[in-house]
């Protein structure tokens, strides 16, 4: 079993819609969360991290933590095509690395 | 922009030779961690290092090899490159090695071996 789980995608959304990427992990002593944002030919990009459990917002993204599921969601509202990218799913636990996800790739259509 | 910085962006080597990379750390960070990215994968922990010493390495053999300096500037050193070395190396810098710690990425060094 793969410590972090993302869909690879291809994902698609429309415009101005909301796109929903998810990760699963199975570390249950994991305590940080982040997701990133990659560009193709580019380096991750911070995009939002969380600790506790529920919701927490920033603009336009929302991250969602549920540790009893073990299962961290960002969810993009009004997508653009800007948004089009690879978001990398983070997990932190007791150790100083973090363990990523494959990626899930988004696109927005116009 | 991170403020980290990484040098070269792009190298070519060949099999069996050694390579160093470079990387500058953010103002204020005293943590240098180093990732692989292959293609279509995510990064994976190559090692850390925390006021110049190691302070966690992930699955990677001893040719994998690292360094910080006391400006908190960091090297990876990769000896008798495969061709799976072929990969993004990525830098990042974060201000301590807590759980709650921020790490921001470099612009990678793209590395292809042939």
């Known amino acids: 079993q793969k410590e972090v789980e993302q869909n690879s995608g291809p994902l698609s959304v429309p415009e101005g819609a909301i796109a929903s990427l998810n990760c699963t992990y199975s570390d249950r002593g994991s305590q940080s969360f982040f997701w990133y944002r990659q560009y193709s030919g580019k380096s991750p990009e911070l995009i939002m991290f969380i600790y506790s459990n529920g919701d927490k917002e920033d603009g336009r993204f929302t991250a969602q933590l549920n540790k009893a599921s073990q299962y961290v969601s960002l969810l993009i509202r009004d997508s653009q095509p800007s948004d089009s990218a690879t978001y990398l799913c983070?997990?932190?636990?007791?150790?100083?690395?973090?363990?990523f996800g494959q990626g899930t790739r988004l696109t927005i259509n116009p | 922009e991170t403020g980290v910085t990484q040098s070269p962006t792009h190298l070519i080597k060949t099999r069996g030779q050694q390579v160093t990379l470079r990387c500058s750390s953010q103002s204020g960070h005293n943590t240098v961690s180093w990732y692989q990215q292959a293609l279509g994968q995510g990064p994976q922990f190559i090692f850390q290092y925390y006021r110049e010493e190691e302070n966690g390495r992930g699955n990677f053999p001893p040719r994998f090899s690292g360094l910080q300096f006391p400006n908190y500037s960091s090297e990876l050193n990769v000896n008798a490159l495969e061709l799976d070395d072929s990969a993004l190396y990525l830098c990042a810098s974060s201000s301590g090695t807590g759980y709650q710690e921020t790490q921001y990425f470099g612009p990678g060094t793209r590395l292809l071996v042939l």
């Open positions: 983070a997990v932190q636990g007791g150790a100083q690395k973090l363990v």
